[in-house]
């Protein structure tokens, strides 16, 4: 599989959504992160979806943290899901990444983000 296969995007609610499948890592973290700022150059609100990601090592947080750090420097709204009970959001907690972005569910996240929206923040 490579970089190009692991990102989709699709849109819901106004909110582009990436989904992340498989591996993230040394391997294909750059790209990933080069596909994933492409497709959402324009985008006011992003979800980033960790539920398929089956591994993520160093690189691949590196990764996500350089994603949410370009949304945050362009004013976009971002969040991401990772399940409760995944690999991905044990190493993310486990790490420090920033818990008011997590969120356990695609559903929870868009919420998040259409309130956002709403309240012009």
Do not use: W, Y
């Not at 294909?28 to 090592?57: K, W």
């Amino acid at each position: 599989m490579t970089a190009t296969d692991r990102v989709t995007l699709t849109t819901e609610r106004g909110c582009s959504i990436v989904r992340l499948h498989g591996e993230v890592d040394h391997a294909n973290a750059g790209q990933i992160e080069l596909d994933v700022l492409t497709a959402t150059r324009a985008a006011a609100g992003t979800v980033v979806d960790l539920t398929s990601v089956t591994f993520l090592d160093s690189a691949g947080l590196s990764c996500l943290d350089r994603l949410v750090a370009a949304f945050l420097k362009r004013q976009a709204r971002v969040r991401v899901v990772a399940p409760p009970d995944g690999v991905v959001r044990f190493t993310l907690e486990l790490t420090g990444f920033l818990p008011d972005l997590l969120c356990p569910s695609l559903d929870e996240a868009l919420d998040d983000l259409t309130r956002l929206a709403e309240s012009g923040s």
